[in-house]
């Protein structure tokens, strides 16, 4: 226990330490994976440009050899969203995690005005892609030829959340197409996904990759819910701050916090990056003025850059038939040395990304 505050750059400086982005990390692929908990994989290019950003002298062929083993794996976790995850943690997780997805489910059939019967839904999925592959479109098809009457949405979703799916990859580009096939995740990896939940570990590891945080902050990350009992529970075994609005925050008693006054280096986030998601207050990494320019329409999250370790603007890639040019838009003003660090490090991931180009340039939008 400690009466300690944690000032906001102390929380900052925290989070950019457990996320890798103080300073890229000598651990390998899959370490990286298991310490971030995940990268959340909407669409294809985030995880590699979240890994790329965090780990030195990272490769396409580090996490795609790693996917085409089997060892990471995509899948709905957290927040019931995709995520790439090693498969240690998979089988783990997602019996962990099992009531958000229950929750969602039952969310979305309210909504729609729907009772499905969940058990024989996911018994006519198993069964049909058991068979192969499936893309979702498939499966829709399927369900509504089973149940016209009833919203192939709900039915579709009752299937994502309550039968372990795990998209398969292919061995080109980013590793997964636009348009996935599905297959059943115990056959994938060749065992069963255990029912038993791990909610402790799942604390510790969160913490880990995203403390000090309160239980409210792991709620949002995670989607679970009433995590307050759980922390209460776990507190003799954790060590207790409070923010400078008196939130209590917790963390691992061994982990030691930076100085708040540690220098961040500009860093690149992708679309989607968790640590733009995983707290209920994310002031610690984004200013309540720029929520509108970060967290986007359609659930969208904007890819950001980082400057003094607060997103300080968005980028993104433009193609040409020849050329690529990695496009800066800062919220603010940049001093010009700021101004060099971003172009030295966006020169090396435009590259990154699209490594085929014949011209590459960094375009600042003020």
């Given at each position: 226990?400690?009466?300690?505050?944690?000032?906001?750059?102390?929380?900052?400086?925290?989070?950019?330490?457990?996320?890798?982005?103080?300073?890229?990390?000598?651990?390998?692929?899959?370490?990286?994976?298991?310490?971030?908990?995940?990268?959340?994989?909407?669409?294809?290019?985030?995880?590699?440009?979240?890994?790329?950003?965090?780990v030195q002298n990272f490769q396409r062929d580090d996490l795609a050899s790693l996917i085409e083993k089997r060892s990471v794996i995509k899948a709905t976790l957290m927040r019931a969203t995709l995520h790439l995850a090693t498969t240690d943690d998979y089988l783990w997780l997602r019996p962990t995690l099992q009531p958000v997805l229950t929750s969602a489910q039952e969310s979305i059939a309210k909504r729609r005005g729907e009772e499905v019967d969940v058990n024989e839904l996911v018994a006519v999925a198993r069964d049909?892609?058991?068979?192969?592959?499936?893309?979702?479109?498939?499966?829709?098809?399927?369900?509504?030829?089973?149940?016209?009457?009833?919203?192939?949405?709900?039915?579709?979703?009752?299937?994502?959340?309550?039968?372990?799916?795990?998209?398969?990859?292919?061995?080109?580009?980013?590793?997964?197409?636009?348009?996935?096939?599905?297959?059943?995740?115990?056959?994938?990896?060749?065992?069963?996904?255990?029912?038993?939940?791990?909610?402790?570990?799942?604390?510790?590891?969160?913490?880990?990759?995203?403390?000090?945080?309160?239980?409210?902050?792991?709620?949002?990350?995670?989607?679970?819910?009433?995590?307050?009992?759980?922390?209460?529970?776990?507190?003799?075994?954790?060590?207790?701050?409070?923010?400078?609005?008196?939130?209590?925050?917790?963390?691992?008693?061994?982990?030691?916090?930076?100085?708040?006054?540690?220098?961040?280096?500009?860093?690149?986030?992708?679309?989607?990056?968790?640590?733009?998601?995983?707290?209920?207050?994310?002031?610690?990494?984004?200013?309540?003025?720029?929520?509108?320019?970060?967290?986007?329409?359609?659930?969208?999250?904007?890819?950001?850059?980082?400057?003094?370790?607060?997103?300080?603007?968005?980028?993104?890639?433009?193609?040409?038939?020849?050329?690529?040019?990695?496009?800066?838009?800062?919220?603010?003003?940049?001093?010009?040395?700021?101004?060099?660090?971003?172009?030295?490090?966006?020169?090396?991931?435009?590259?990154?990304?699209?490594?085929?180009?014949?011209?590459?340039?960094?375009?600042?939008?003020?």
């Open positions: 226990m400690t009466d300690r505050v944690l000032t906001l750059r102390d929380l900052n400086r925290a989070t950019l330490s457990r996320q890798l982005l103080l300073e890229r990390s000598t651990l390998s692929t899959s370490a990286a994976i298991q310490r971030l908990v995940g990268l959340q994989a909407q669409v294809p290019l985030p995880p590699y440009v979240g890994l790329w950003t965090r049909y892609i058991a068979k192969e592959p499936r893309t979702f479109a498939e499966l829709s098809a399927m369900l509504s030829e089973l149940h016209p009457d009833t919203d192939v949405g709900s039915m579709r979703y009752t299937v994502r959340t309550h039968l372990p799916l795990v998209q398969v990859p292919i061995t080109t580009g980013w590793s997964y197409p636009g348009t996935p096939k599905f297959t059943l995740a115990d056959d994938w990896l060749g065992k069963p996904i255990p029912d038993t939940e791990h909610l402790r570990e799942l604390v510790f590891r969160y913490l880990a990759a995203f403390g000090p945080a309160s239980a409210t902050d792991m709620q949002s990350w995670s989607g679970l819910a009433k995590l307050k009992e759980v922390f209460e529970q776990l507190k003799p075994d954790l060590r207790v701050y409070r923010d400078e609005t008196k939130r209590e925050m917790f963390d691992l008693p061994d982990l030691e916090l930076p100085d708040a006054d540690t220098p961040a280096p500009v860093r690149f986030l992708p679309e989607f990056d968790n640590i733009l998601l995983s707290h209920s207050k994310r002031t610690r990494i984004v200013a309540d003025a720029y929520r509108s320019q970060v967290y986007l329409p359609a659930l969208r999250v904007a890819a950001t850059i980082l400057v003094d370790g607060f997103v300080h603007g968005a980028w993104k890639v433009e193609k040409t038939k020849t050329a690529a040019t990695l496009v800066i838009t800062p919220f603010e003003p940049l001093t010009a040395s700021d101004r060099k660090a971003l172009t030295e490090e966006a020169e090396k991931l435009v590259r990154f990304i699209e490594g085929s180009a014949k011209n590459y340039e960094v375009k600042f939008v003020d």
